[in-house]
Each structure stands twice: as structure tokens, then as C-alpha cells.
Nanobody, 115 residues
């Protein structure tokens, strides 16, 4: 069973940047996604990348500000977040995209955007 460990979150001012990492305990051959869940809200899909990195998908709310990437040799998926806004505050998780076999959820990493 592959385990996912997210890291890189923290407190950042509006307009700042963070880079999240998702390290898998084994090889991940599927497309991968980043999700986020804000307090009192449902988990939402933020970005997806195919297994070969040939295609990416972004939610409209983060398009142009976030970039998803992966390093298959390191079994790691990244999310570069720029121009952060208070509404980006949430716990961020990685996992397979909707419709594919989901791995066990990790603990997530907290991102707080506040002045």
C-alpha cells in the first residue's frame, strides 16, 4: 500500500509563494492530483498531472498561479503556488484524480494565507 506524505505548507502573506511536496512510499504510475479542503467546506480538486507530465489540469480558481509537476524518479509530486490569496487557505492533500483508484489519504499540509 503506497503511503502519501504531504509537506511544505505554512503561513504566508497574501501575494507570497509556497512549494508543496507529496512524497510517495512507492512508485506511483497513475495521474496525480492536489486537492484542498478549507474549514467547513468540501474537499476540492485543485490540479492534476498525467503520469508522463504531458498534460495538466487546473481549477479555474488557481489557473495561472499554481503549477503542478512531478518527479517520477523520486516518487514525488509538487505544487508551486504563487500569488497566494487568503481564499487559498486550506489543508492540501495529494492523491490520484477522481475516477481512478484512490490511495490512502495522507495527513495533508496546512496552508494559511494571512497578513
Amino acid at each position: 500500500q503506497v503511503q502519501l506524505v504531504e509537506s511544505g505548507g505554512g503561513l504566508v502573506q497574501p501575494g507570497g509563494s509556497l512549494r508543496l511536496s507529496c512524497a510517495a512510499s512507492g512508485s506511483i504510475f497513475s495521474a496525480m492530483s492536489w486537492y484542498r479542503q478549507a474549514p467547513g467546506k468540501q474537499r476540492e480538486l485543485v490540479a492534476t498531472i498525467t503520469s508522463s507530465s504531458s498534460r495538466t489540469y487546473y481549477a479555474d480558481s488557481v489557473k495561472g498561479r499554481f503549477t503542478i509537476s512531478r518527479d517520477n524518479a523520486k516518487n514525488t509530486v509538487y505544487l508551486q503556488m504563487n500569488s497566494l490569496k487568503p481564499e487559498d487557505t486550506a489543508v492540501y492533500y495529494c492523491n490520484a484524480p477522481p475516477g481512478q483508484r484512490i490511495y490512502a489519504w495522507g495527513q495533508g499540509t496546512q496552508v494559511t494565507v494571512s497578513s
